[in-house]
């Protein structure tokens, strides 16, 4: 049945290869309408792309015949769907324990409340100054000390949500070159500075690296009482008592959250210390309002789904190899990098759920920029190329900063509709010879574009629009029949990196690496001591 429907979309590309966009609009004066979503306060508009009525059925009952709902169903009721791991899949459980909406998992909302009170405790020490530093003084800052999701998620949120922080300062570190703990910490007074340590293996080494060196840091300072300044967030708490961290300040998280899904969890810690607990929990409500939405509602009318379905449909049908994700609020910068984990190490298959390789195109490359400083950095490849970039824009219909500013945002919103426009319509060749003009000034057009438009970024609006992603994400790889939830090329490079070492160390000289790899760090060697 599924082979019924693939064939038959590829049929539909072919019959609109040819045709514009713009076409489809004159064909029907109410297409905007039938290709467009009302969620409350989020509107999503699909209506400039090349999607007719015809292929949108033939979308969906591509998506009903992939057994969608019932992998829906079993992620929330915590079935091990994540089948190479033998694991479930419980992030949405963070943001849902205490409604327990969804499933009969008591004894796992039970722990996650008791959990949740322990952290909401700490979060309310610190930023209250019950919980001092072993100085005596205020922590003014904090240190977040992570990579991939233990660091994406919780910058991407904070920065989002800077108009409601009143808690201390929050910084990130992540990368294991030196410069970048450096250009932190040499800022800050270790008397005043909380360290959140967070790894879900506790082994990765640039987390574990930049660690070591904040301890040292603080406790050269401060003495062994400096260690009152760590907190560890890991599933493995073991290995965070091995390194000093006290253990009334370890806070764990279950195997069954996948890093780039953690955020709404103990991993969010920095986000809570930033905005407290009540916008935290506002947080978690409107990523659960899209759980309810999206576990309930028809294939026709849920969004995550209508979303997936476009993706499917440009990358696999259509087969253009990346998508624009372009937000056009500047507290939004770290979205498209977000997404570029959260899909890419998601989706970024080749192989499917039976272990079986697979010949078709799966994730595209995600790649992106806040309007409207991309229209000023690629936005000229976009209308010009030779490549079709599908282009996905994301709108505040509000902004939160001062009515002074409205005339700002009204120029951003023109922007961005603009932009939608210019990519659909271009300029055809017939106007380029009319206006006397050459080549060099035609824009093909005809470029698919969806524009997701929301009311405000307040925390609802933001877990809601991050709770989308992720539910598109898990429905995309269901539709390409890959599993979403392990990162198996990942693990590769750091077991490469801890050879590497012992060779580089001379600890095992009997590892088999490259010639190349082994002149270039001969290379390195001497340029490291000729320095």
């Not at 082994?203 to 574990?208: K, L, R």
């Not at 426009?421 to 300029?427: R, V």
């Not at 000289?509 to 760090?521: A, E, G």
Request: charged residues 25%; proline residues 2%.
């Amino acid at each position: 049945m599924q082979k019924i429907y693939w064939d038959l979309l590829k049929k539909n590309h072919e019959e609109s290869k040819k045709r514009r966009i713009e076409s489809l609009f004159e064909s029907d004066e109410n297409r905007f309408r039938k290709f467009s979503l009302k969620i409350e306060d989020l509107y999503f508009d699909y209506s400039k792309t090349n999607i007719d009525p015809l292929t949108l059925s033939n979308l969906i009952k591509f998506a009903e015949n992939s057994e969608i709902m019932k992998n829906v169903d079993a992620m929330f009721n915590g079935d091990k769907i994540n089948v190479t791991e033998n694991r479930s899949v419980l992030h949405t459980a963070l943001r849902n324990f205490q409604t327990r909406k969804f499933n009969n998992l008591d004894s796992i909302n039970k722990k996650l409340q008791v959990r949740f009170k322990s952290i909401s405790n700490f979060c309310n020490h610190i930023r209250s100054g019950k919980k001092k530093s072993c100085s005596g003084d205020y922590f003014t800052d904090v240190v977040n000390i992570g990579i991939g999701g233990s660091e994406l998620g919780p910058k991407l949120v904070t920065s989002a949500l800077s108009e409601y922080h009143d808690g201390p300062k929050i910084h990130f570190v992540s990368n294991i070159d030196s410069s970048d703990i450096n250009k932190i910490i040499k800022n800050l007074d270790p008397r005043k500075t909380l360290f959140v340590l967070s790894s879900k293996s506790f082994t990765t080494i640039e987390t574990i690296y930049n660690s070591k060196t904040a301890i040292e840091w603080v406790c050269s300072k401060l003495g062994s009482d400096g260690m009152k300044h760590f907190v560890a967030v890991c599933a493995s708490k073991e290995k965070a008592l091995d390194l000093g961290v006290f253990e009334e300040n370890i806070f764990e998280f279950e195997e069954w959250v996948g890093g780039r899904f953690s955020v709404w969890g103990p991993i969010g810690l920095p986000v809570m210390l930033a905005i407290g607990l009540n916008q935290f929990s506002e947080f978690l409500d409107g990523a659960s309002q899209i759980d309810y939405h999206f576990k309930n509602e028809e294939a026709s009318k849920n969004l995550p789904i209508t979303l997936a379905l476009i993706g499917f449909w440009h990358s696999t049908i259509c087969n253009y190899t990346s998508r624009a994700i372009l937000p056009y609020e500047t507290k939004l910068q770290y979205l498209p990098t977000y997404l570029q984990q959260l899909d890419m190490e998601s989706n970024g298959k080749s192989v499917n759920l039976k272990g079986e390789s697979i010949s078709y195109q799966t994730a595209p490359v995600i790649w992106g920029q806040i309007g409207t400083n991309s229209q000023h950095a690629f936005f000229q490849f976009l209308h010009q190329s030779s490549q079709i970039i599908p282009c996905e824009f994301l709108l505040g219909a509000n902004c939160i900063d001062d009515s002074y500013y409205e005339k700002h945002h009204l120029q951003l919103i023109i922007n961005c509709l603009a932009q939608s426009e210019a990519l659909m319509l271009g300029i055809k060749k017939e106007e380029t010879i009319e206006r006397k003009r050459n080549l060099h000034h035609y824009c093909h057009g005809n470029r698919p574009s969806t524009i997701l438009v929301y009311k405000q970024l307040t925390p609802r609006i933001l877990g809601k629009l991050l709770a989308l992603f992720e539910h598109r994400t898990f429905v995309e790889g269901l539709l390409w029949n890959v599993n979403s939830f392990d990162q198996w090329g990942v693990e590769l490079g750091k077991k490469l990196a801890t050879k590497l070492t012992e060779h580089f160390n001379k600890k095992n000289q009997n590892q088999n690496f490259s010639n190349s790899t082994l002149n270039l760090l001969y290379e390195i060697r001497k340029l490291k001591n000729n320095g």
